[in-house]
């Protein structure tokens, strides 16, 4: 493979979510010929933080040459090239690590110390590596960006629709296991592509090209390259080689063969389906709250056979989320994954379950870091506990375990090779034989210049490492002890930490002179730079009657390290006692919402100093009992309904009153017929182009719960992924309501 070419392609897909980060310089060492390590390490909201391995020449006061990087820390992992070639992603930039030649090559690395952090933006690889699909961000949108197909070699795209939303999470595309067929949705339809003939510009029109209406969640493949789709209550089936033959008559005769009809219309906004190898299993995953198992009937069409159908309900914790896969085979059993978030603990947890006449709990973890199934899903990899545990999953006994420092990412390489992407080493364990190779470091706590032995040195957690100039290697070292300590000064320089004008860096690095004209100066003129505070910004989350969006609010806000602010309501927490203790022990601010969810302007109410003063005593005393802990002295009306003696009357009982204007958007329903009404996408734009104009009147931006009465088509909890990591993207800093006062 030609690793150059690739140059551009993966500078593309490094492009990401960029925000503000605390950087920290540490262990510098400079030898003889005026090289300096050093290790910076950059905290960053919602990311990894870990520390990389630099090297730099240092000359006189003009500072130093480009930056070296030395380690490679695995933000995101893809296979390329027939699986032959490591890609990896961070935010220094993206390298190749080819599993021939043990060589490891940065293709693309920031010239500088980046101010601004970088999360990888999501790729789709195609099986055979040949193919890349991503999202490509638009300059003029927040919300919306161009679905792109890139070849890896020739570095030539295509563009597959010029109009799809933007994410962080996921690329709505689906590939067929040979590589041929890429699915994608546009206006609505279901389209697939053929990437050998895009570049070779013998592509049919796309108006052939329709599988049918919906999107991409009611299409898969099975591993036998059938096609499998769902349109409403009907589930469709046809070989993939059949697909240019069905789409030029579809609008006639429809797309595939009928082989079965659901008890329900598949709702392809919320819902999910997995189908085994032949096509004769299929599981559904509906609205991330209940699975069911069916067996299609084989050569005629038939209603679709429940073996199973049940809510997924766990007293001790609420769903994140649900997926399933397949081992291998036509008479395996589904495994159903469930990730939820503890009530009280607020730990992430990991369960797992196997399909034996009725789903039976496998496995539960507590905080795993990551997990990913091999290829044939006869195996399972799971880091927790400080070890990375392989399983089988037709018995369920753990086949293997690695310890490891935490794992950032588990990727397999085939059905019996795992690439463990640990936080300090980046290995390659091969679980059937139990051997294991140091591929790269990934961090490293400090970094020396071995003099006697002319070697450069490094000391994680657990071991220490030898530095491979020619390879950009590391492997582990026994032979040659650590120096005493690092050398902070030759016969010509003296370097040495100290505070850095630029608050976003935590210190600087300073080179003294110790020969000619005495002069300190700092090795990089960026930490140093003065920059203007950064722009803070309010989320706040109204709990009014309904607890639907609180387990995924609070593990966007754990991911993020972000604390917050929760208006809480007496009906909310008489309805929701045990979310309304979560909330309260998440760390973020909880402030009160009154004790009623009633409009207080309402005509016929009359509102007068003792009943507002009654109502959130009431509410702070609700609370108490509920959860043990106070309310802050922060308030707004239901439904942000209030007129001076509201207001003033809150102020007599000690609130500070927080106003919205507009309200709260993300509360209106389809039912109520307003003008005010937005999708979570339009809400999202909307608040990203008033921030970006400029104008003083944004600073809070409300996101509800959910509402217990009236329809929504989304809710914007269900993007706050997005609208978190665009708010940092622009330089905002995330903070309770009260820091804004």
Same mark, same amino acid.
């Given at each position: 493979?030609?690793? +150059?070419?690739?140059?551009?392609?993966?500078?593309?897909?490094?492009?990401?979510?960029?925000?503000?980060?605390?950087?920290?310089?540490?262990?510098?060492?400079?030898?003889?010929?005026?090289?300096?390590?050093?290790?910076?390490?950059?905290?960053?909201?919602?990311?990894?933080?870990?520390?990389?391995?630099?090297?730099?020449?240092?000359?006189?006061?003009?500072?130093?040459?480009?930056?070296? %990087?030395?380690?490679?820390?695995?933000?995101?992992?893809?296979?390329?090239?027939?699986?032959?070639? #490591?890609?990896?992603?961070?935010?220094?930039?993206?390298?190749?690590?080819?599993?021939?030649?043990?060589?490891? &090559?940065?293709?693309?690395?920031?010239?500088? =110390?980046?101010?601004?952090?970088?999360?990888?933006?999501?790729?789709?690889?195609? !099986?055979?590596?040949?193919?890349? *699909?991503?999202?490509?961000?638009?300059? @003029?949108?927040?919300?919306?960006?161009?679905?792109?197909?890139?070849?890896?070699?020739?570095?030539?795209?295509?563009?597959? $629709?010029?109009?799809?939303?933007?994410?962080?999470?996921?690329?709505?595309?689906?590939?067929?296991?040979?590589?041929?067929?890429?699915? /994608?949705?546009?206006?609505?339809?279901?389209?697939?592509?053929?990437?050998?003939?895009?570049?070779?510009?013998?592509?049919?029109?796309?108006?052939?090209?329709?599988?049918?209406?919906?999107?991409?969640? *009611?299409?898969?493949?099975?591993?036998?390259?059938?096609?499998?789709?769902?349109?409403?209550?009907?589930?469709?089936?046809?070989?993939?080689?059949?697909?240019?033959?069905?789409?030029?008559?579809?609008?006639?005769?429809?797309?595939?063969?009928?082989?079965?009809? %659901?008890?329900?219309?598949?709702?392809?906004?919320?819902?999910?389906? @997995?189908?085994?190898?032949?096509?004769?299993?299929?599981?559904?995953?509906?609205?991330?709250?209940?699975?069911?198992?069916?067996? #299609?009937?084989?050569?005629?069409?038939?209603?679709?056979?429940?073996? &199973?159908?049940?809510?997924?309900?766990? @007293?001790?914790?609420?769903? %994140?989320?649900?997926?399933?896969?397949?081992?291998?085979?036509?008479?395996?059993?589904?495994?159903?994954?469930?990730?939820?978030?503890?009530?009280?603990?607020?730990?992430?947890?990991?369960?797992?379950?196997?399909?034996?006449?009725?789903?039976?709990?496998?496995?539960?973890?507590?905080?795993?870091?990551?997990?990913?199934?091999?290829?044939?899903?006869?195996?399972?990899?799971?880091?927790?506990?400080?070890?990375?545990?392989?399983?089988?999953?037709?018995?369920?006994?753990?086949?293997?375990? =690695?310890?490891?420092?935490?794992?950032?990412? %588990?990727?397999?390489?085939?059905?019996?090779?795992?690439?463990?992407?640990?936080?300090?080493?980046?290995?390659?364990?091969?679980?059937?034989?139990?051997?294991?190779?140091?591929?790269?470091?990934?961090?490293?706590?400090?970094?020396?210049? $071995?003099?006697?032995?002319?070697?450069?040195?490094?000391?994680?957690?657990? @071991?220490?490492?030898?530095?491979?100039?020619?390879?950009?290697?590391?492997?582990?070292?026994?032979?040659? !002890?650590?120096?005493?300590?690092?050398?902070?000064?030759?016969?010509?320089?003296?370097?040495?930490?100290?505070?850095?004008?630029?608050?976003?860096?935590?210190?600087?690095?300073?080179?003294?002179?110790?020969?000619?004209?005495?002069?300190?100066?700092?090795?990089?003129?960026?930490?140093?730079?003065? =920059?203007?505070?950064?722009?803070?910004?309010?989320?706040?989350?109204?709990?009014?009657? *309904?607890?639907?969006?609180?387990?995924?609010?609070?593990?966007?806000?754990?991911?993020? +390290?972000?604390?917050?602010?929760?208006?809480?309501?007496?009906?909310?927490?008489?309805?929701?006692?045990?979310?309304?203790?979560?909330?309260?022990?998440?760390?973020?601010?909880?402030?009160?919402?009154?004790?009623?969810?009633?409009?207080?302007?309402?005509?016929?109410?009359?509102?007068?100093?003792?009943?507002?003063?009654?109502?959130?005593?009431?509410?702070?005393?609700?609370?108490?009992?509920?959860?043990?802990?106070?309310?802050?002295?922060?308030?707004?009306?239901?439904? /942000?309904?209030?007129?001076?003696?509201?207001?003033?009357?809150?102020?007599?009982?000690?609130?500070?009153?927080?106003?919205?204007?507009?309200?709260?958007?993300?509360?209106?329903?389809?039912?109520?017929?307003?003008?005010?009404?937005?999708?979570?996408?339009?809400?999202?734009?909307?608040? =990203?182009?008033?921030?970006?104009?400029?104008?003083?009147?944004?600073?809070?931006?409300?996101?509800?719960?959910?509402?217990?009465?009236?329809?929504?088509?989304?809710?914007?909890?269900?993007?706050?992924?997005?609208?978190?990591?665009?708010?940092?993207?622009?330089?905002?800093?995330?903070?309770?309501?009260?820091?804004?006062?």
């Amino acid at each position: 493979m030609n690793f +150059h070419r690739l140059h551009a392609l993966l500078f593309t897909f490094s492009l990401s979510i960029c925000c503000f980060a605390g950087v920290e310089f540490s262990s510098l060492d400079i030898n003889a010929e005026n090289e300096l390590l050093y290790i910076a390490e950059h905290k960053v909201p919602g990311n990894f933080s870990y520390k990389s391995v630099f090297r730099t020449q240092i000359k006189d006061s003009s500072g130093s040459e480009k930056n070296q %990087l030395l380690t490679c820390f695995p933000e995101s992992m893809e296979l390329i090239s027939g699986n032959s070639v #490591l890609q990896i992603r961070n935010r220094y930039g993206t390298a190749l690590y080819s599993f021939a030649s043990s060589n490891l &090559y940065y293709l693309q690395q920031r010239e500088q =110390l980046p101010l601004f952090t970088a999360r990888p933006v999501p790729v789709a690889v195609s !099986p055979n590596g040949k193919w890349f *699909c991503f999202i490509r961000h638009s300059s @003029s949108e927040f919300v919306n960006g161009t679905l792109m197909l890139q070849n890896a070699e020739t570095r030539e795209a295509f563009v597959l $629709n010029p109009n799809v939303p933007f994410s962080y999470k996921e690329v709505p595309v689906k590939w067929s296991p040979d590589s041929s067929t890429v699915l /994608y949705e546009k206006n609505g339809k279901i389209c697939f592509a053929n990437p050998d003939a895009m570049q070779r510009k013998v592509q049919l029109d796309e108006k052939f090209r329709v599988i049918g209406r919906g999107n991409i969640n *009611c299409v898969n493949f099975t591993r036998s390259q059938q096609l499998v789709y769902i349109d409403y209550d009907i589930v469709y089936a046809l070989n993939v080689s059949e697909l240019y033959t069905m789409a030029l008559y579809s609008s006639y005769i429809g797309m595939g063969a009928a082989i079965a009809r %659901l008890p329900y219309a598949f709702n392809n906004q919320k819902d999910r389906f @997995s189908v085994n190898d032949d096509a004769s299993q299929l599981f559904v995953i509906q609205n991330n709250k209940t699975v069911s198992y069916y067996a #299609l009937s084989q050569g005629k069409f038939a209603r679709a056979e429940i073996l &199973y159908s049940q809510p997924v309900v766990d @007293s001790q914790a609420n769903v %994140l989320a649900m997926s399933v896969t397949w081992p291998e085979g036509k008479k395996t059993a589904p495994v159903l994954f469930v990730e939820s978030l503890a009530l009280y603990s607020g730990n992430r947890i990991l369960k797992v379950y196997a399909f034996d006449n009725i789903l039976k709990e496998k496995l539960n973890v507590q905080e795993p870091s990551c997990f990913a199934s091999n290829p044939s899903g006869t195996k399972l990899a799971c880091y927790f506990s400080g070890a990375v545990n392989v399983y089988d999953t037709s018995t369920w006994k753990k086949l293997a375990s =690695l310890p490891s420092e935490t794992a950032a990412c %588990l990727l397999w390489r085939d059905n019996d090779v795992l690439i463990v992407g640990g936080q300090e080493v980046v290995r390659a364990w091969n679980v059937a034989g139990g051997t294991y190779k140091t591929l790269f470091l990934a961090s490293a706590k400090k970094v020396f210049w $071995n003099s006697k032995a002319s070697l450069i040195q490094a000391q994680t957690s657990s @071991s220490v490492f030898t530095y491979n100039a020619e390879k950009n290697t590391w492997a582990t070292d026994s032979n040659h !002890p650590l120096p005493a300590r690092n050398s902070v000064q030759n016969g010509r320089f003296r370097v040495y930490t100290a505070e850095s004008k630029n608050k976003k860096y935590e210190n600087a690095v300073y080179v003294r002179t110790l020969t000619g004209n005495a002069l300190t100066f700092p090795l990089f003129a960026e930490p140093v730079k003065a =920059l203007p505070v950064a722009k803070k910004v309010a989320l706040i989350f109204d709990a009014v009657d *309904c607890a639907d969006g609180v387990p995924e609010i609070l593990q966007v806000l754990k991911q993020n +390290h972000l604390k917050t602010t929760f208006f809480i309501n007496g009906e909310f927490i008489r309805r929701y006692p045990e979310e309304t203790v979560q909330l309260a022990l998440s760390g973020s601010e909880c402030a009160s919402m009154f004790f009623t969810a009633a409009d207080l302007t309402a005509k016929g109410f009359i509102i007068d100093e003792e009943f507002i003063r009654r109502g959130l005593a009431r509410n702070e005393d609700d609370f108490f009992a509920c959860t043990g802990k106070e309310l802050s002295l922060l308030w707004h009306a239901p439904y /942000y309904k209030a007129n001076p003696t509201v207001i003033n009357a809150g102020q007599k009982a000690g609130y500070a009153y927080i106003s919205v204007a507009g309200g709260n958007k993300d509360a209106v329903v389809l039912e109520s017929n307003s003008s005010e009404y937005r999708t979570a996408f339009q809400l999202i734009e909307e608040y =990203l182009q008033e921030l970006k104009s400029g104008k003083p009147t944004l600073s809070v931006i409300p996101v509800s719960t959910g509402v217990s009465s009236g329809t929504r088509s989304d809710f914007l909890y269900e993007k706050l992924n997005l609208l978190v990591n665009l708010l940092l993207d622009c330089g905002y800093e995330i903070v309770p309501v009260s820091s804004l006062r």
